[in-house]
């Protein structure tokens, strides 16, 4: 058995395995974990030809240190965290990049930290991450301790096996293959359309308290992670947070405690909640929420259904068009490769 | 009352159901923690189950004590179709109760036997408890570990069910500054339920003692130790 493919020397802030996540266990309080972009987990995936759901690295803010053990080609999208080769050249987000043996991948973070980067950036390998299926989905599951990497972050000494190591790694390369590149076009189907957000969508209810969470100008707390995140800013008016008889509640609510200060449920939400829920963050702006980095400021402005759906829909739409210019741009490549250059 | 099972039939008055935003429906069967309720609630998850198998823009219900969250893929079915979706499942829950017979469920099935190392550093909460109802620890051991819990839905975490059956007299607010870590198979009290905390995680339950059983085993083929409608009996260790 030959070792991975990339090996870790530095886990980075949190780094974790993440697929489309594990929706079919909530019943169990399982919380559905996956990436918290889902958009940006799906360009990194297409751009190394893997369906857009396959397992890659998330990773938040810092990023890990990696060496290359064997050679591979890697799709990069969502923040830019500042990849590059060591001593080398930088590895841009929204484009697939070949590595070679012995090279040292830094992913050191932005070094200006601005609150407008995003926070989360995702590394797909051919086939997607080789860890065991836990529960349907090879997500890390970090509440429960399994999923991923044994149920934990990337540390030291961890390897990384691609799923399709073996083709992915000996596949001959030609020297003029161009490496793929994330067709950017405007509006949403830009790699990085999520990557400086400052507003989310949101539909309301089902209690009470729209309007004057839209009237604040809000701050992502410091207490700000995978489960959720805390706003910062003047609580609400008495009265609009509060308790509620324990119920299931889904990625993006906003939740409002008796004390005004709203909470937005993440990708690792707990499956139940008992606070109010005045708004639901629209599902074509959960790639957003999953960008926010602490100190960012941030706007909450309701939408009704049919702009919320108009939304979504335009998100798939943008992905299909992008994986079906990449397979024409891969196809193109496959060409080249055959007739010897 | 702690030994009577819920019995699953729907509660007078049809259920609400309203979109939670845009890929989500709540149906909601009011406020109350009544046993009774959350086993309905059980019993329409049951039959969204079933239905969705044919119906693949539907996806897991997550039932709680008084309602089911049903989520669905906006773009795959209207809200119309979706709520009407949720309706037939709560007609076939009915109609399903109505042939199973009031009182079916809960106490058919084995009691779910839990020992517990009661107070000392497993159950730090212990003596606090007892002094709020005016009570000794032993006292509190004795009752906690008499009644007959009827698990009303698992959630908050993987495996976490919430039991009701408490007794009246250890009926507890949670501790007013949540612990930061809660060990594995620690039991605790909170509000009108006891719970046993599959995994370590931040928690405000009152502790009053801990289990070595393993409440949640992603391998194994049922991950989950307790199940909805399941009766659950709290066996005191005693150091020899």
Redesign the interface.
Known sequence: MTGPALEVLDGGLLTTVQDAGR?????????ASGAADPWSLAVANLLVGNDPGRAALEMTLVGPTLVVRGAITVGLAGADLGARIRDGRRLAPGRSHRLGAGDFVEIPGDSRSLPSTGARAYLAVPGGVDVPL??GSRST?L?????GLDGRALRLGDGIWPALAAAAGSAPVGAVRPELVWPEADGADRFDAVVTPATLRV?V??APGLDALGTIDWRVGTAANRVGIRLDGEPLPDGIGGE???????W??IQVPPDGRPIILGADH???GGYR?VA????ADLAVLGQLRPGASLRLVAVD?PA??RA??AR?DALSAGAAALRDAAGWDALIDSAGG | MPDRGPSGSPPSGSPSIEPVGDAGLLISLGSTTDPDVAAWAQAIAAAIDTARAATPAIGRPVPAHASVLVPFDPLAIELEDAIDFARQAVVAAEAGSSVAGAGAGADDGPVIEIPVRYGGPDGPDLDAVAGLHGLRPDEVVDLHASARYHVLFLGFGPGFGYLGGLPAALVTPRRASPRERVPAGSVGIAGEHTAVYPLAMPGGWQLIGRTDRVLFDPDRPDPALLRPGATVRFVPLRDE
Do not use: M
Not at chain 1, 143 to 147: E, L, M
Not at chain 1, 244 to 250: A, E, K, L, M, Q
């Open positions: 929706p079919d266990w909530t019943h169990l309080g399982v919380p836990v529960l599951c509440a429960g301790g399994f999923g539909v209810g089902p509620t008889t324990t119920h299931g509640v889904p993006g609510a707990q499956t139940t829920v639901v963050v629209i599902s259904r919320a759906l979504l829909r798939r």
